[in-house]
């Protein structure tokens, strides 16, 4: 919406992207988050990769194989996608859609590339990127990780210096040296965002009345 303009103002969906290195903790700053804030959704992206033991299909993944991937590709399903250690991933059109057009929020788990076509499709999304304090607190919690194969551990590190090199291109960075103050902070950028003009404005119909008098 144009700054300042008071009709036709039309509710204005926010969505949040947050990326990370292996190891940052994004996952269990993503599943606060979306715990405490039932009215908040989160982007079920689609994957080949093979699920883990806790994790639950339709949840926190679609997990597909490499034709049903093919077959999105097809039917141009993906706002964006991307190959991320060996595995492809993509967020799907139908998973953001309703949320964007009723003006609701939605959180995105993408790479570093999906966090920029995500921005390239919607200019308003909200880029963050959860950093570790440090590198050497990245490679121990990754290599405490027990979800994780040792070649993919080593994959994962070496894909950690693209990804930290890409920070600067985000609208904020949350360092996860503490798991409740990084929570903290990303409910502070969402509740920022949501006082911003262009998604206020259509909630004061009082306002608009008054001016349209
Ligand atoms: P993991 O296998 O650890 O769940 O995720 C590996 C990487 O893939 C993470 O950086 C995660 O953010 C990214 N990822 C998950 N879903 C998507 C997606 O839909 N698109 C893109 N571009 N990256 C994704």
Redesign the pocket.
């Known amino acids: 919406m144009q700054k300042g303009a008071w009709h036709n103002a039309s509710p204005v969906g926010l969505i949040l992207v ?5 190891g940052a903790g ?2 269990s700053i993503l599943s606060k988050i979306l715990k405490l804030h039932p009215e908040i959704s989160f ?1 079920v ?3 080949t ?1 093979p699920p ?1 033991e806790n ?1 639950r299909d339709g949840f ?2 679609h997990f597909i194989n490499d034709r049903q991937f093919d077959e999105y590709l097809l039917n141009d399903s ?1 706002i ?3 190959e ?2 060996g ?1 492809r ?4 059109k139908n998973e953001i859609s309703h949320v964007v057009e009723s003006g609701g929020t939605i959180i ?8 920029f ?2 921005k390239k499709f919607f200019a308003d999304a909200v880029l963050i990127f959860i950093a570790p304090p440090s590198p050497d607190i990245l490679v121990d919690r990754l290599k405490k990780r027990n979800t994780e194969t040792e070649q993919r551990v080593e994959q ?1 590190l070496a ?1 950690a210096p693209v ?1 930290i090199s890409r920070m600067a291109g985000y609208d904020y960075i949350v360092i996860n040296d503490d798991l409740d103050a990084a929570v903290a902070q990303v409910e502070t950028i969402i509740k920022a965002e949501n006082l911003k003009s262009e998604r206020i404005i259509p909630s004061l119909t009082k306002w608009r009345k008054y001016l349209d008098r």
Do not use: C, M, Q
């Not at 947050?18 to 292996?22: D, G, I, R, T, V």
């Not at 991933?89 to 799907?92: A, M, N, Q, R, S």
């Open positions: 947050l990326s990370a290195p292996s994004k996952t982007s992206s689609a994957t990769r883990r994790e926190d993944y993906f964006e996608w991307a991320v250690h595995n991933y993509g967020t799907l995105l788990d993408t790479d570093t590339v999906g966090a076509n995500i994962r894909a990804e």
